[in-house]
């Protein structure tokens, strides 16, 4: 079991920044890589950005266009999503997510691939 535990959402206007963290506890030994998600009302959840443990190889959505940054602390087993010019479309639901399969590409950017999942934290981006 990899327990995952996001933290930074909030509001903030178009142009902002934020800092997303997620904080892995538990058998972490047995995590590959980690994924960040988003979800809106209605849609599908959606892959954001991911990041190797060993690694620290990267893999980001085409919508992220250099606005995001993923990186990690070993160390802490945390990862972090920050967030710079922000728009009101990325307001979002952000899920961090465990990958463990250590076959095929780690950075996944499919969701079915990650098998554990935080509770979410809200970011809204207002215009």
């Known amino acids: 079991q990899v327990n995952l535990a996001e933290s930074g959402g909030g509001l903030v206007r178009a142009g902002g920044s934020l800092m997303l963290s997620c904080t892995a506890s538990?058998?972490?030994?047995?995590?590959?890589?980690m994924g960040w998600f988003r979800q809106t009302p209605g849609k599908e959840r959606e892959f954001v950005a991911s990041?190797?443990?060993?690694?620290?190889?990267?893999n980001y959505a085409d919508f992220v266009s250099g606005r995001f940054i993923v990186f990690r602390d070993n160390d802490e087993n945390t990862i972090y999503l920050q967030m710079n010019s922000l728009k009101p479309e990325d307001t979002a639901v952000y899920y961090c997510?465990?990958?463990?399969?250590?076959?095929?590409?780690?950075?996944?950017?499919?969701?079915?691939?990650?098998?554990?999942w935080g509770q979410g934290t809200q970011v809204t981006v207002s215009s």
């Open positions: 997510a465990s990958h463990l399969d250590p076959s095929g590409r780690l950075t996944t950017s499919n969701a079915y691939e990650y098998e554990y």
């Open positions: 538990g058998r972490t030994y047995s995590s590959k890589a």
């Open positions: 990041i190797s443990w060993s690694s620290g190889d990267t």
